[in-house]
């Protein structure tokens, strides 16, 4: 999870923090910039601030080193300062990029990071923050997730962003600055086996949805990126996700794993690590999403970036619910019938005997309704 924050300096970026970064851009920049696109904000100047949250891995971690590039001023928030994205930074940026260590569920954390970025933007605000951070540990139906997922989930993905976001709030007002948030389209739609990460997602989405409507008079600009799957971080290793479904059997009660069976669980897995196979190793189109919306003039509410977003938008958005569903389904997990909604075998157990035929009322076939009655209570009929 991280921060990444950018901040005025001469020359180059400033720092990084993994977890949610911060990015200013230096003066004479800033202006060869404008000149050349023609389009970004025509009121940034040099005491810009950005921040961005999850730079470990993945969408993070390559937009950091994007806006470190550009001449920003970054802090990055890692969950581990060690990790291999953090060394990654520290080796491909700046040497004003600063990491920062941050878990958000961590409360103490986000007020040290608040209390590092405070002073250095105390008399220029704020001008971006970049929710990134994101967590999801099970593909399961939503019965069969325990639900401390759920939690987690909601941890990370909601509370988290929340509390980082209302920390920053202040200084993002007074700079009528950006607060750019990745979410997820599971958070719009009904992805199989994604129930705790889509809930987490839905509430994220709402919540920004929300903020940019309470901002606007501030001046606050507030846009959503919701990427296609991409390739990002050890969520996207098999090894990861066969682990992953190992100690989710392991927790399931016995009357709920045998309802469904472990087929149906092994199933379910085996599919997801083939859909991870189509996942889109190159992130440039969310990391231009995520610069658009810091530094365009007219940010869009929200960005699809991904091969198929608007094909999955368009069915989601105009065709019925059944063909929705049934789209999700073929393209992403299908799951098979659980073991107890299976068909029954038509043949016998040894030692058992075959059921009685039904009883007819018109021709008399089978055991009578009072002699079944009569067998099941002790006696015979009367």
């Avoid at 987490?200 to 709402?206: C, G």
Wanted: proline content about 7%; hydrophobic content about 40%; charged content about 15%.
């Amino acid at each position: 999870m991280g921060l990444k924050t950018y901040l005025p300096r001469a020359g180059c970026p400033v720092s990084q923090l993994a977890s949610q970064s911060l990015l200013a851009l230096d003066w004479e920049l800033l202006l060869r910039l404008m000149n050349r696109l023609g389009h970004l904000a025509p009121w940034l100047s040099l005491s810009l601030l950005w921040a961005f949250a999850g730079c470990d891995s993945g969408f993070g971690k390559q937009a950091a080193h994007h806006l470190d590039s550009m001449g920003f001023k970054v802090f990055a928030s890692v969950l581990n300062l060690e990790s291999a994205g953090a060394q990654e930074l520290r080796q491909r940026c700046s040497p004003s990029l600063t990491l920062l260590q941050m878990d958000l569920t961590k409360p103490e954390d986000i007020w040290k990071a608040q209390q590092l970025i405070q002073p250095q933007t105390a008399s220029t605000g704020l001008w971006g923050l970049v929710n990134n951070a994101g967590f999801d540990d099970t593909i399961a139906d939503a019965e069969l997730s325990p639900l401390c997922k759920f939690r987690a989930c909601m941890d990370v993905n909601f509370f988290g962003t929340l509390e980082l976001t209302k920390a920053l709030l202040p200084l993002l007002r007074s700079a009528r600055g950006r607060i750019v948030t990745v979410s997820s389209p599971a958070g719009d739609m009904p992805y199989p086996c994604l129930a705790a990460y889509g809930a987490s997602k839905a509430a994220l989405t709402l919540l920004m949805d929300t903020f940019r409507s309470e901002l606007e008079p501030w001046g606050v600009k507030v846009s959503v990126i919701l990427p296609g799957y991409f390739k990002t971080g050890t969520s996207c290793y098999p090894a990861y996700w066969h682990e992953k479904k190992e100690q989710l059997l392991a927790s399931l009660p016995a009357d709920l794993l045998q309802a469904y069976g472990e087929d149906y669980i092994h199933e379910i897995n085996k599919q997801f690590v083939k859909f991870m196979k189509t996942a889109n190793e190159d992130l440039s189109s969310v990391v231009n999403s995520i610069t658009d919306a810091l530094i365009s003039a007219s940010p869009a509410a929200r960005y699809y970036p991904g091969a198929g977003m608007w094909l999955i938008y368009f069915i989601h958005h105009y065709l019925p619910s059944v063909i929705r569903d049934l789209f999700l389904k073929t393209f992403f997990i299908n799951q098979k019938l659980p073991r107890a909604l299976q068909p029954k075998s038509s043949g016998t157990t040894p030692g058992s005997q075959p059921a009685p035929a039904p009883f007819h009322p018109l021709t008399g076939a089978g055991p009578s309704p009072r002699a079944a009655w009569g067998k099941q209570n002790g006696s015979g009929p009367g």
